[in-house]
C-alpha cells in the first residue's frame, strides 16, 4: 500500500517533470530523485523487493520509454546487458529496442550480442505490481480502446489508493466507453471505503453492469460486509447480475449452437446436393472436407509473408480441387454403379480410405495447424458477459452467403435448371435433350466442391488431420435425412436445429450421450416422416 501511495502522488507531478525535460522522477516529497537512465539501469542487479520501488518510481517518471519497459518487464523480453550493463527490450515481433545505457547510445549502428544478454526476472507480487503500473499509465493513453482495458484492469483492484488517478483520468474522458469503464472502475474501489453510505452507492452502480468480474467481486464483498443496509442492497445487486449473467449465457449458447449448425450446414449441403439428383449415397463426403482443408495448409505454404490474405486464396482454390477429384471419382467409379446403392456405398467408402492413406503419405500422419488471420482472431466484447468470437462469427455469415450462393446458381443458371429437371425426373430430363451423364458428373463436382469449402472453415476451428471429415459425415447424413433428401431450405432448417439442440444438451448430459439422444431423435422422427421436414418431390421419392 504505501508503495503504491508513492506512485499516486508521483504521478500528480510526473507531467511537470516529464514536461521539463529533465529526465528525472521525484518523490512524494516533490524533491529530485535519480534519473530515468539510473533508474532504468539499476533493474539489471536490483532484487525483487528493490525491483518493486524500481518500476512505481518509473512509472511516476512519465518518460516515453517506461511503457515499453514495464510491458516487456511483464512479458519476460527485458534484458540487462552483460557487458555494459545497458537495458534492452526484446519484442517477439521485433527488433531489439535499447532503453538505457551504451546500447541506447550506440544504436542502431551496434547490437547487443545474445551471449551478452541476461534476463531481468520477475516473481508474481511484482507481476502484479507490473499490470497495475501499466494500466495507470495507460490511462492518459491517447488511443480511447487503451483507456477502457486500463479502466478494466483497475476494476476490482483494492488499492484506494488509486481513487484520486481515477478521479482526474475520469474528470477528463470524453469517450463515453472509457468513462463507463472508469465509472465501474471508480465504484469497485470505493467498496473498500469504511463509509457505509460510500460503499451502498457503489453497489448501487456496479448493479448496472453486466461483468463477470463485478459479480464475483459483489459476492466477495457480501461474505465480509457488516452494514446491515448494504448487504441487502448487494444481495438485489448480486440477484439481478445473476440474472442476466443467465440470460446472456443463453445468447452465448445460442451463439455456439448456430456456429455449429453453419459448420454442420457447410458439411452437409453439398451432401444434399449429390444424394437429392444422383441419389449416391457418398462416404467419401467426409474426404472432399478434409482435402478443402489440406488445400488451405498448402496455400499458407505457399504465402507465407500473405497469411491475412490466404483465405480469400484458399477458398476458390479448395473448390476447385475439390470439385475436379468429385468429378474424377464419378467419372471412374460411380458412374458405372447408378441404381446399385450398396454398392455405392461400398465403393465411396473404399475411396475414402484411399484418399486418408494418400494425404498421410503425402503430408504425415500428424495433424496440421492453419494459421488463422488476425482479422479472424480474437472476440467481439459486447460486456463482461458476453463475447462473440470473430471466427465463429465469420462462419455464421460464410455459410449463410454459401447458401444464398447455391440458391442462386440452382435457380437462375442453365445448370441449375438442369438439375433440378434431373432430381425430379430424370428419364424425362434425357428425352428432352438434358445430358443426364453431364448433369452428374457436374452435380457431383459441385457437391464436392461445397465440401471442400466446408474444410477451409473447419482449418479455422480445428486443426488439420487425415480423419478431419470422419468427423462430419455422419452428421452430414443425419443433417440431409433430417431436413429432407434434396432440400435446401430443410438443410439449412435441419443443421442449425441440430446444432443448437446439441449445444444446449452436451451441458446436461455430455457430448457423447447428446450425439446419441439425437440420432434416436432422428430416427423416430424418420418414422413418422419418412420424407424429413420439407419433402422433395422428385423420381426416388416416387418410386
Known amino acids: 500500500m504505501k508503495p503504491l501511495l508513492l506512485l499516486l502522488l508521483a504521478l500528480t507531478t510526473a507531467g511537470a517533470a516529464a514536461d521539463s525535460g529533465t529526465g528525472v522522477t521525484m518523490t512524494a516529497d516533490g524533491v529530485e530523485a535519480r534519473p530515468v537512465d539510473e533508474l532504468m539501469l539499476a533493474l539489471g542487479t536490483a532484487s525483487f523487493r528493490d525491483k518493486e520501488a524500481l518500476v512505481i518510481q518509473l512509472a511516476a517518471s512519465g518518460d516515453t520509454r517506461v511503457p515499453v519497459l514495464l510491458q516487456a518487464l511483464l512479458d519476460g523480453t527485458l534484458y540487462s546487458d552483460a557487458t555494459t550493463g545497458a537495458i534492452i527490450a526484446t519484442p517477439a515481433d521485433g527488433a531489439p529496442v535499447p532503453l538505457a545505457g551504451a546500447a541506447q547510445a550506440d544504436a542502431p549502428t551496434a547490437a547487443p550480442r545474445t551471449d551478452d544478454l541476461r534476463k531481468i526476472t520477475v516473481n508474481n507480487s511484482l507481476r502484479s505490481q507490473l499490470r497495475v503500473l501499466i494500466a495507470a499509465t495507460q490511462l492518459q493513453n491517447p488511443d480511447p480502446g487503451v483507456r477502457r482495458q486500463a479502466a478494466r484492469t483497475l476494476t476490482g483492484n483494492a488499492r484506494t489508493t488509486l481513487l484520486p488517478l481515477l478521479d482526474r483520468a475520469l474528470a477528463a474522458e470524453t469517450d463515453a466507453g472509457a468513462r463507463a469503464a472508469l465509472v465501474t472502475a471508480q465504484a469497485s474501489l470505493h467498496l473498500a471505503s469504511p463509509d457505509p453510505a460510500t460503499r451502498g452507492a457503489a453497489v448501487a452502480a456496479l448493479a448496472d453492469t453486466s461483468d463477470k468480474a463485478i459479480l464475483t467481486l459483489l459476492e466477495q464483498q457480501a461474505g465480509t460486509e457488516t452494514d446491515a443496509t448494504v448487504k441487502a442492497g448487494l444481495a438485489r445487486a448480486i440477484t439481478d447480475l445473476r440474472g442476466r449473467e443467465q440470460r446472456f449465457a443463453f445468447v452465448s449458447d445460442l451463439f455456439f449452437g448456430l456456429s455449429l449448425g453453419s459448420v454442420l450446414l457447410l458439411a452437409a449441403v453439398g451432401l444434399a446436393i449429390t444424394f437429392g439428383v444422383m441419389g449416391v449415397i457418398n462416404m467419401a463426403h467426409g474426404e472432399m472436407i478434409m482435402l478443402g482443408a489440406y488445400t488451405t495448409y498448402v496455400v499458407q505454404l505457399l504465402m507465407p509473408s500473405h497469411i491475412e490474405y490466404s483465405l480469400a486464396v484458399a477458398v476458390p482454390a479448395a473448390f476447385v ?89 440452382l435457380r437462375k443458371t442453365p445448370i441449375g435448371l438442369e438439375m433440378r429437371a434431373v432430381t425430379q425426373n430424370r428419364a424425362m430430363a434425357s428425352s428432352m435433350g438434358v445430358r443426364t451423364g453431364r448433369v452428374d458428373a457436374l452435380t457431383f463436382g459441385l457437391g464436392s466442391g461445397i465440401a471442400g469449402i466446408a474444410g477451409v472453415a473447419l482449418s479455422q476451428l480445428t486443426n488439420v488431420g487425415p480423419n478431419l471429415g470422419q468427423s462430419y459425415i455422419i452428421d452430414s447424413f443425419l443433417v440431409v435425412v433430417f431436413g429432407g433428401v434434396g432440400n435446401l431450405l430443410g438443410t439449412f432448417v435441419a443443421a442449425m436445429s441440430l446444432g443448437v439442440v446439441n449445444k444446449f444438451a452436451e451441458p446436461l448430459v455430455g457430448a457423447v450421450l447428446a450425439k446419441i439422444l439425437i440420432l434416436v431423435f432422428v430416427i423416430l422422427f424418420i418414422q413418422r416422416r419418412p420424407r424429413g421436414l420439407f419433402a422433395l418431390k422428385g423420381r426416388f421419392v416416387e418410386d
Not at 458477459?385 to 455464421?396: A, D, F, P, W
Open 321 to 409: 480441387v475439390t470439385a475436379l477429384v468429385g468429378i474424377a471419382i464419378e467419372r471412374s467409379v460411380i458412374r458405372f454403379l447408378y441404381g446399385r446403392p450398396l454398392e455405392t456405398l461400398l465403393a465411396t467408402f473404399g475411396i475414402s480410405l484411399v484418399l486418408q492413406q494418400l494425404v498421410r503419405t503425402i503430408f504425415s500422419p500428424l495433424n496440421k495447424s492453419v494459421i488463422t488471420p488476425q482479422w479472424l482472431s480474437g472476440s467481439w466484447e459486447i460486456n463482461g458477459m458476453l463475447s462473440l468470437t470473430y471466427n465463429r462469427l465469420y462462419i455464421i455469415l460464410f455459410a449463410l452467403a454459401v447458401l444464398a450462393s447455391l440458391i442462386t446458381l
